[in-house]
T-cell receptor
Framework: RKEVEQDPGPFNVPEGATVAFNCTYS??????FFWYRQDCRKEPKLLMS???SGNEDGRFTAQLNRASQYISLLIRDSKLSDSATYLCVVWAGNMLTFGGGTRLMVKP | DGGITQSPKYLFRKEGQNVTLSCEQN?????MYWYRQDPGQGLRLIYYSQIVNDFQKGDIAEGYSVSREKKESFPLTVTSAQKNPTAFYLC???????????FGPGTRLLVL
């Protein structure tokens, strides 16, 4: 079993739609959680950290469920510019582990 | 302008050749990392360094070597022992374990 698992997608959604991604992690001692965004042939960039109480940044909402060991990302009112791969990232000990990413394609 | 720089953007390697990828940061971060990304795949850790003059192997260190002689620099050498080096190589830095990692723009390595 992979340490961090994501549905690779692609998720094809129309503009304005709401879309949600989940990510599961296997290490119950994981301490920090992040969502990164990666555009094609570019480096990953931090989208948002994920806090235990859940957090929101504009159209983006991240949630953590420690009991079930998953984190989620909700994108409301999708824009064409949201098209990218979204990487779930988990810190455990000294190691940062990346999920394989979920590809989102927002269409007109 | 703060950040992480990687050079070159594209690198071509001949069979049996060692090549070195540069990574420099002016964020004053202690920890630096090298990752490899293959098409359609996630990032895999090659090496990391939490402090100057110290570094640790990651998940796929075979065929690679690093040095950390200065806080701002963490070069990666892809040796001839790495039989499948074609990939996108990403360097990152962070303030320490658990903190956000910031990435450089990456180097694409291709084998001739």
């Amino acid at each position: 079993r992979k340490e961090v698992e994501q549905d690779p997608g692609p998720f094809n959604v129309p503009e304005g739609a709401t879309v949600a991604f989940n990510c599961t992690y296997s290490n119950s001692a994981s301490q920090s959680f992040f969502w990164y965004r990666q555009d094609c042939r570019k480096e990953p960039k931090l989208l948002m950290s994920v806090y235990s109480s859940g957090n929101e940044d504009g159209r983006f909402t991240a949630q953590l469920n420690r009991a079930s060991q998953y984190i989620s990302l909700l994108i409301r009112d999708s824009k064409l510019s949201d098209s990218a791969t979204y990487l779930c990232v988990v810190w455990a000990g000294n190691m940062l582990t990346f999920g394989g990413g979920t590809r989102l394609m927002v269409k007109p | 302008d703060g950040g992480i720089t990687q050079s070159p953007k594209y690198l071509f390697r001949k069979e049996g050749q060692n090549v070195t990828l540069s990574c420099e940061q002016n964020l004053n971060h202690d920890a630096m990392y090298w990752y490899r990304q293959d098409p359609g795949q996630g990032l895999r850790l090659i090496y990391y360094s939490q402090i100057v003059n110290d570094f640790q192997k990651g998940d796929i260190a075979e065929g690679y070597s690093v040095s950390r002689e200065k806080k701002e620099s963490f070069p990666l050498t892809v040796t001839s022992a790495q039989k499948n080096p074609t990939a996108f190589y990403l360097c990152a830095a962070s303030g320490g374990p658990g903190e956000t990692q910031y990435f450089g723009p990456g180097t694409r390595l291709l084998v001739l």
